[in-house]
């Protein structure tokens, strides 16, 4: 029977903390676009939907697993894990939209910029024998794919964000937009920490690691995510 090869476990971890984390983060998108809609609310609002998207389908697919369809399953991994890299993109345009930097990042270079992350990101899910699967449809990444992601996230997201948070760090005067800015970005920090922890625990076989960072994930995207709300997002 179909329940009898469901791994239980799993559904519940995932529907008690990634459940949670998306009705957060879709709330935190619904508070921002309503108070007002402009640029600088709309990236950083695609984000937070862009992240609760992705862990969906992750749910999605932790669900349909007892079906076995190979195909949809491996679509559906791969949106899942597609979205979530994707949707760091907007938080580094987001501190470039917060710095004005309108006559380097115009609408165009920006468009631009976020398809070509896009593309990038796409690729590096079909990198040969990166990603295998056990007969419980659990994903594990190779170490290739876990240093090329890596070195990926820290180039296009990591790099860039501290660069374009240390130049807003200078520009904003005030102590208490220093105080905000320090908020969000410890809030960036951790969904940095989060992701980079989360790749690694796809990659490693330690069981330790991975009950360890499944409680310190949840609690940690969750802190994450409303520092970066109350840090900047809550008073654009």
């Keep these: 029977m179909i329940f009898q090869s469901v791994d239980w476990t799993r559904i519940i971890i995932v529907f008690i903390s990634q459940a949670f984390i998306i009705v957060l983060f879709f709330i935190l998108a619904f508070k921002i676009l309503k108070r007002k809609r402009n640029r600088s609310t709309i990236t950083l609002s695609a984000f937070y939907i862009l992240m609760a998207i992705g862990l969906m389908f992750n749910i999605l697919f932790i669900i349909i697993t007892p079906l076995g369809n190979k195909n949809i399953l491996f679509i559906i991994y791969i949106l899942a894990s597609y979205l979530i890299l994707f949707s760091f993109i907007f938080i580094v345009m987001f501190i470039n939209i917060i710095l004005k930097l309108e006559e380097i990042f115009t609408i165009k270079k920006i ?19 990166g990603i295998s699967f056990t007969l419980n449809w659990i994903p594990i990444y190779s170490l290739p794919l876990f240093i090329i992601i890596s070195i990926f996230f820290t180039c296009f997201i990591t790099v860039p964000t501290v660069h374009y948070s240390i130049r807003l760090y200078r520009v904003f005067k005030a102590r208490n937009l220093k105080e905000r800015l320090r908020l969000y970005l410890f809030g960036i920090t951790l969904m940095m920490i989060v992701f980079y922890g989360g790749i690694y625990f796809i990659t490693t076989s330690n069981e330790l690691f991975k009950m360890l960072w499944s409680v310190f994930a949840f609690v940690t995207e969750i802190v994450a995510g409303l520092l970066v709300y109350y840090g900047l997002g809550r008073n654009l």
């Design 111 to 129: 468009i631009g910029i976020i398809v070509i992350y896009g593309v990038l990101c796409s690729l590096l899910y079909f990198l040969p024998g």
